[in-house]
């Protein structure tokens, strides 16, 4: 068997990575990582980089919590006796921020409706309600008058 050239030795096999997914950590559970799968899975091959792997374990992260949140609030009244009298029950306060958090980091991850949105095709400045009324009534009064 004859010896491999140097050069063959350097170039190394093709590979396409337009087919190769993001696949999750060590660091998340099992059920996180299917939820990682899943996410990634809604998005073309290429949409995620290796360096999108933090963000998106965050994401998962958000979700469990915003999920361990809706639980214990299930069930429970939104207005507790607080010290001073009823109050908000904190956990709605809780559940108020972990969903900012989510639609922050998925507003980021580009997996919003509108942050898929290519910019070619987003609607461009349509003209005010108002003036659309005004120019509807300016073109029935001279329809009116004809």
Same mark, same amino acid.
């Given at each position: 068997?004859?010896?491999?050239?140097?050069?063959?030795?350097?170039?190394?096999?093709?590979?396409?990575?337009?087919?190769?997914?993001?696949?999750?950590?060590?660091?998340?559970?099992?059920?996180?990582?299917?939820?990682?799968?899943?996410?990634?899975?809604?998005?073309?091959?290429?949409?995620?980089?290796?360096?999108?792997?933090?963000?998106?374990?965050?994401?998962?992260?958000?979700?469990?919590?915003?999920?361990?949140?809706?639980?214990?609030?299930?069930?429970?009244?939104?207005?507790?006796?607080?010290?001073?009298?009823?109050?908000?029950? %904190?956990?709605? &306060?809780?559940?108020?921020?972990?969903?900012?958090?989510?639609? /922050? $980091?998925?507003?980021?991850? +580009? *997996?919003?409706?509108?942050?898929?949105?290519? %910019?070619?095709? &987003?609607?461009?400045?349509?003209?005010?309600?108002?003036?659309? /009324? $005004?120019?509807?009534?300016? +073109? *029935?009064?001279?329809?009116?008058?004809?």
């Amino acid at each position: 068997m004859p010896r491999p050239s140097a050069d063959s030795l350097l170039t190394q096999p093709a590979i396409d990575v337009r087919h190769i997914r993001l696949q999750p950590g060590p660091e998340l559970t099992p059920s996180q990582a299917r939820a990682f799968a899943e996410i990634v899975a809604t998005m073309p091959p290429v949409a995620f980089r290796e360096s999108d792997r933090v963000m998106l374990n965050q994401l998962i992260l958000a979700l469990d919590v915003a999920a361990h949140i809706a639980r214990d609030l299930d069930g429970q009244p939104l207005v507790v006796e607080g010290l001073a009298g009823p109050k908000p029950n %904190p956990l709605v &306060a809780m559940q108020r921020e972990q969903q900012r958090l989510v639609m /922050s $980091l998925l507003t980021k991850l +580009r *997996l919003t409706p509108q942050t898929r949105r290519a %910019p070619e095709n &987003a609607p461009t400045v349509s003209t005010p309600d108002h003036e659309v /009324s $005004l120019a509807r009534a300016v +073109r *029935l009064a001279r329809e009116s008058r004809a």
